[in-house]
């Protein structure tokens, strides 16, 4: 383990658990109980945005609700999913098990709400998190660096010592603004942002060493957009 790898700071939707596609259940049944059209560019804005983006987002579609009414029905809606079943992201809670075993520090920096946040992090059979940083915890959600910079500070360790592990074209932007080193690992349909990331097509069969590699690679060479990473 590389000693100035000081944190793995984690994305929780699309990255530790599959659950983008409840939200996006959700949002369409109200676009088209609303009688609005449900589009791809909607569900498109809604993939790592948070709650108040997405309910803005259903109100420039057509859906005449309250934002918090909006976000009261998505939440609900995802938290009874979550209550049947948790859909892991193959691959990750081995490698979250693996850092923590390996003494890393991680922290969860999630735009979901803390009452979602709560139900995915007690389903984990271990301690999993030093710090979890929810939508709830910033003023200004990702793409802001605002929940990557909170985690750092309440973990008491450098940002640019950290590795983010994020899915989406929102997560990637908030972790490179930030400062951190950061692994994207989105849906191959997913757009990204131009910045400096290593682009892995899945977390199946990652090691606590690959992210201490990403973080070394990083560290030592100056910023760059996209890598593919040379060990897929």
């Not at 990255?15 to 589009?39: H, K, M, N, Y």
Request: charged content about 25%; hydrophobic content about 45%; proline content about 7%.
């Amino acid at each position: 383990m590389t000693a100035a790898l000081a944190a793995v700071l984690w994305d929780m939707d699309g990255t530790i658990v599959d659950t983008e596609d409840f939200f996006t259940d959700a949002a369409r049944d109200i676009v088209l109980q609303s009688g609005a059209t449900w589009t791809d560019d909607i569900e498109e804005a809604l993939v790592g945005c948070t709650m108040e983006a997405l309910a803005e987002t259903l109100i420039a579609a057509g859906v005449d609700l309250d934002p918090r009414l909006i976000i009261d029905r998505v939440v609900g809606r995802v938290g009874e999913q979550l209550g049947t079943a948790i859909p892991w992201k193959s691959g990750a809670p081995e490698l979250l098990r693996e850092l923590r075993d390996a003494g890393v520090s991680t922290a969860l920096v999630t735009m979901s709400p803390r009452v979602l946040v709560q139900q995915v992090v007690a389903a984990i059979p271990f301690e999993a998190f030093d710090v979890i940083v929810t939508t709830d915890d910033v003023p200004n959600g990702k793409p802001a660096p605002d929940a990557y910079l909170l985690a750092a500070s309440l973990l008491d360790v450098d940002i640019e010592e950290c590795v983010a592990i994020e899915d989406s074209g929102p997560g990637v932007a908030s972790a490179v603004a930030a400062g951190a080193a950061v692994i994207a690992v989105p849906l191959p349909e997913t757009r990204l942002p131009e910045a400096d990331y290593v682009r892995w097509d899945s977390l199946v069969g990652r090691s606590a060493q690959d992210v201490a590699l990403v973080h070394a690679g990083a560290r030592s060479h100056p910023p760059r957009k996209e890598q593919r990473d040379p060990n897929p």
